[in-house]
């Protein structure tokens, strides 16, 4: 079992929906949690980073980490064609590597 | 943008040929990473830095050398390329003085080993 798992998709929406990406973990201690996107040919680009359990908010994205399910989303509001990347997760200790999802692959259909 | 290049952008190069691939910074930061990516996999770490001559293994370091002779200047070496190592390959910094914090990564380099 890996150690964060994320649903690969592609996950396909219609423009202005809400999108919700989500990663599940076993090691409950973790502390540091991130949400990067990725576009095509492109390196990773950090979005949200949030510490602990809670919820953070960016424009249009919410991170949101459940620690008592081990389980971290973001949230996209008012998703638009732009939107449309792999989003990858990342958790880690403190002061050790991070750990990666796999990746999931968001359409957003206009 | 935290001011990363990589060189080159892409290569091809034989089964068996050594390849090296540069990554550089422009802010001075202590920490730099270098990892691969494959389908199915995500990111994995091949080797990191914390400082001019430090360096440490990380996930998948088999195969690899890195360097740091310079702050600014991290170079990955695949001693003898074969074709498992074909892959994406991104540079990335920490800007946090913990090391292992928000990561921010260069354009990639995409090698094909034939």
């Not at chain 1, 599940?24 to 359990?53: C, D, H, I, V």
């Not at chain 2, 920490?31 to 990191?48: A, E, F, K, S, T």
Request: net charge neutral; charged share 20%.
């Amino acid at each position: 079992q890996k150690e964060v798992e994320q649903d690969p998709g592609p996950l396909s929406v219609p423009e202005g929906a809400i999108v919700s990406l989500n990663c599940t973990y076993s090691n409950s201690a973790f502390q540091y949690f991130m949400w990067y996107r990725q576009y095509s040919r492109k390196g990773p680009e950090l979005l949200m980073y949030t510490y602990s359990s809670g919820n953070k908010e960016d424009g249009r994205f919410t991170a949101q980490v459940d620690k008592s399910s081990k389980y971290i989303s973001l949230f996209i509001r008012d998703s638009q064609p732009s939107d449309s990347a792999t989003y990858l997760c990342a958790m880690t200790l403190v002061n050790y590597q991070l750990i990666w999802g796999a990746g999931t692959k968001l359409i957003i259909k206009p | 943008d935290a001011g990363i290049t990589q060189s080159p952008r892409h290569k091809v190069t034989e089964t068996g040929t050594p390849v090296t691939l540069r990554c550089h910074q422009t802010e001075n930061h202590r920490y730099m990473y270098w990892y691969r990516q494959d389908p199915g996999h995500g990111l994995r770490l091949i080797h990191y830095s914390y400082g001019v001559k430090d360096t440490d293994k990380g996930e998948v370091s088999d195969g690899y050398s890195v360097s740091r002779s310079k702050t600014e200047d991290f170079l990955l070496t695949l001693e003898s390329a074969t074709s498992s190592q074909t892959s994406v390959y991104f540079c990335a910094i920490s800007v946090g003085g913990s090391g292992f914090s928000e990561q921010y990564f260069g354009p990639g380099t995409r090698l094909t080993v034939t």
